[in-house]
């Protein structure tokens, strides 16, 4: 990297750490760009970010489609800044086939949170990333606490697999919940169950309010046949309305209590060194594909076992072999 490319990248970072949005913003765009000239840059940037980074509190929020995240991030977003706080949404949403961009737009769906000058909204393109999060969303939440973020939220699509990634990457995860669906119980598996460290009905209201106390009843008795995952704290079933506000300062109290439960007895600190572990083991083996993919040698090798396979004259056991056998080749990897 030359004298000037690392003065610009510093000038990005101290602009960021001085709570510059469009900064911020910049930041993000580089952090998540695809580019292979990019990459440096991004990993300069997130490196002098780092220092400035994890004082905040993570929180992962998911739920199925329609069970209202935008309107209750929103709600409760306005609630945290109401109490001080700078809120920090990292929004994951489905990519467009077409342009690869994201679909729903967040800031469209959280019109107010958007306009407050304590909140930041970043709406990310899954990609091809499984699990609901994009790739780089662990250098953007980095991104957000050395901007000053105290909360970060980070919204992921999707039930499923979804979970799992982003209970990866925060301290604490909330899954929301819709009752009247008629399937409650049954259409959540009892993988997500444990993961959740708070399981949040939505809609408690009009209509609907009968349901999702019966609905939240069943999820404590559910959730009474699982053991605890996170020492000193039993997985609450709360309810709300994220339409009206009701629930919403009994979800913070339960969040903030889950905080300095898991804070004071290193539960945090040791889920955070875990994740990161993980975060060098998923780097390495992206990483990897992506080398492979580059050297054109390998690359050539791909092409013709990829045509072999699906023409069922190899099997993919053995072409993988073929393919990891270069790697202890001499000349491999090439440099340039």
Known sequence: MTAAAKDRIGALANSVIAGDRRALAQAITLIESTRADHRDDATRLVDLLLAKAGGSFRIGISGPPGVGKSTFIERFGLHLIDEGHRVA???????????????????????????NDSAFIRPSPAG???GGVARRTREALIACEAAGFDIVIVE????????????????????????????????????VMELADLLVVNKTDGTLRE????????YRAALGLLRPTKEGWTPEVLS???????????????????????????????LRADQNRHWLKTELSEGLIERLRADPRVAQAIARLEKEVAAGRRTPL???????????????????
């Open 89 to 115: 949404v990292l929004a994951v949403d489905p990519s467009s086939r077409v342009s690869g961009g994201s679909i729903l737009g967040d800031k469209t769906r959280m019109p107010d949170l958007s306009r």
């Open 128 to 130: 091809d990333t499984l």
């Open 156 to 191: 992921t699509v999707g039930v499923g697999q979804s979970e799992t990634a982003v209970a990866g990457l925060t301290d604490a995860f909330l899954l929301l919940l819709q009752p009247g669906s008629g399937d409650e119980l049954q259409g959540i598996k009892r993988g």
């Open 211 to 218: 349901a999702a106390m019966q609905a939240a009843a069943e």
């Open 240 to 270: 709300c309305s994220a339409l009206n506000g009701t629930g919403i300062p009994e979800i913070r109290a339960a969040l903030e209590r889950y905080r300095t439960i898991l804070a004071g007895n290193g539960t945090i600190t040791r």
């Open 318 to 336: 053995a072409a993988a072999e073929e393919i990891l056998a270069a790697l202890s080749l001499p000349d491999w990897p090439r440099k340039g």
